[in-house]
């Protein structure tokens, strides 16, 4: 085991350390763990998961088993939560300031991951040479999929309704277009890391594994606990390192910048240009196989499917609106829609995994807040009902961020009459059974058994 002696050099006490500590933060941190379960309701994984380290290395500090964090983000987040602290015991703040307040420490010292230069694209200004490349470069592993419609769906919009059928990727959903550019044009720049890493709640994860495996490189994805188990066997089947940490994607996100930096591989985030880039294949497909659409809805999660497809309607010079749909537990993009520059929510804790966003990406906010008609909210129910729709009219399996832009049509009250030629983007049909299950009211004590997992 390690000794506190080994991690200072010298030999020192347990006290020593603390004293150690004292000088760093102003207040021992077991003293400062204590105050904050108190004033700010977080146990020790709470603030792990607040300040971006694992709780064991959280835990090896506050018992004086390491006398610093090495990380200088997970410091300065310590000194702002001490801050905090001692506003709400001097009554400068109150305890309703509390959620915000952790917001603000974690969106203001967010740390930029470090990510190859964009080579090939720019989605605020994409080309028509670019576009084609990239479409040159995801056909490799990824036929066009169709654009559809069906009947039964068109009977529940009441308008002309295509499904553009990104279920039908490799992979099960779109993100794995994005990927392969991604992983395409590093190797093209001369640069091959050690590895990959990302964090995600599964697709793009999904994504990264895919296309790691393809460009002959080691993935590594980091997945918050109580990750979704099928999207997680999926990742490990392509072959990529699983790694579960955090308490949320932020968490594991900040989990995965930290073991790129200790690793020296390559931190591969959400939202990049070469990713949206790589997804507007798709969108480019759509209005090649869909001439004169008046709308086109798409799912939000950080932002690269509704960026794609903005980029690609203004390429195009088309008349056609691009409407977001976000589940309303997850309101970060309809948030900052509204106010017209990134707002990050108190939470995302909805059962639409694919766009649990809780922080925004600056980029992606500009992009969508110039160039997208609305944002539309889907509550819990709407996304299940849509679900349970888009099973029963096209017999497509959709996980709920699959489906959520049909929610999104079927909630948009604001859609204008005359545009009755609409798409909605199912964007990934990798949902768990019990998900499922849950969405068509089969949950347990219904008749169906879905099973054991083994
Ligand atoms: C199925 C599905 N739909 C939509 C999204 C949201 O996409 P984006 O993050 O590009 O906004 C995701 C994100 O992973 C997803 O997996």
């Known amino acids: 085991m390690r000794t506190s002696a080994s991690v200072a050099g010298v030999s020192t006490s347990p006290e020593e350390h603390r004293a150690t500590q004292t000088s760093l933060y102003g207040a021992p941190v077991d003293a400062l763990a204590a105050e904050m379960r108190a004033l700010l309701g977080l146990d020790d994984r709470g603030v792990a998961g607040v300040i971006g380290v694992s709780a064991p290395m959280f835990a090896d500090v506050r018992a004086g088993r390491r006398s610093r964090i090495g990380n200088p983000v997970a410091t300065l ?7 905090l602290c001692r506003h709400l015991r001097e009554g400068r703040a109150s305890a309703d300031d509390v959620p915000l307040a952790l917001e603000q420490i974690r969106v203001a010292t967010a ?3 470090a990510g190859p230069e964009p080579v090939t694209s720019d989605p605020f200004a994409l080309t028509d040479d670019q576009l084609r490349e990239a479409a040159r470069v995801v056909r490799r592993h990824v036929a066009p999929t169709p654009a559809r419609r069906w009947p ?18 490799p992979t099960g959903a779109f993100k794995v277009r994005g990927g392969l550019l991604f992983v395409d044009r590093l190797l093209a720049s001369g640069h091959r890391p050690a590895g990959l890493i990302t964090a995600t709640r599964g697709n793009h994860g999904q994504s990264v594994a895919y296309a790691g495996a393809a460009g002959g490189l ?9 990750n979704s188990p099928d999207k997680n066997e999926a990742m490990a089947g392509y072959g990529a390192r699983l790694v579960v940490a955090g308490h949320d994607f932020q968490a594991a996100r900040e989990h995965a910048a930290e073991l790129a930096e200790r690793d020296g591989l390559l931190f591969v985030p959400s939202f990049a240009p070469d990713l949206v880039t790589g997804v507007a294949t798709y969108a ?24 794609a497809n903005l980029a690609v309607r203004d390429l195009l010079g088309l008349d056609c609106e691009v409407v977001g749909v976000v589940a309303e537990r997850a309101p970060a993009y309809a948030l900052s829609f509204e106010a017209g520059e ?23 906010v500009r992009l969508v807040n110039a160039g997208a008609a609305r944002i539309v909210r889907v509550s819990e129910e709407q996304a299940q009902a849509a679900m349970t729709l ?5 017999h497509n399996l959709a996980e709920p961020a699959g489906s959520l832009a049909l929610a999104g049509l079927l909630a948009d009250d604001r859609r ?3 545009h009755t030629r609409v798409a909605v983007v199912h964007t990934g049909g990798n949902c768990d059974l019990e998900v499922l299950a849950a969405a068509a009211g089969l949950g347990p004590g219904a008749g169906l058994d879905v099973g054991a997992r083994s």
């Open 152 to 169: 039964l769906l068109e009977a529940a919009t009441g308008v002309e309704t295509w499904v553009k059928h990104e279920n039908h990727c």
């Open 77 to 83: 987040r310590l000194q702002m939560l001490r801050d």
């Open 284 to 307: 480019a497909e759509l209005h090649a196989a869909v001439p004169g659409l008046d709308v086109v809805y798409v799912p939000v999660g950080l932002g690269s499917g509704i960026c």
């Open 342 to 364: 990134p707002v990050a929510s108190a939470a995302a804790d909805t059962l639409v995994d694919g766009v649990a966003c809780r922080v925004p990406d600056p980029e992606a």
């Open 416 to 418: 204008d009459p005359a």
């Open 218 to 226: 080691p993935v590594t994805v980091v997945v918050p606990e109580g």
């Open 390 to 394: 888009m099973y029963r009219a096209t």
């Open 111 to 113: 740390p930029a991951p």
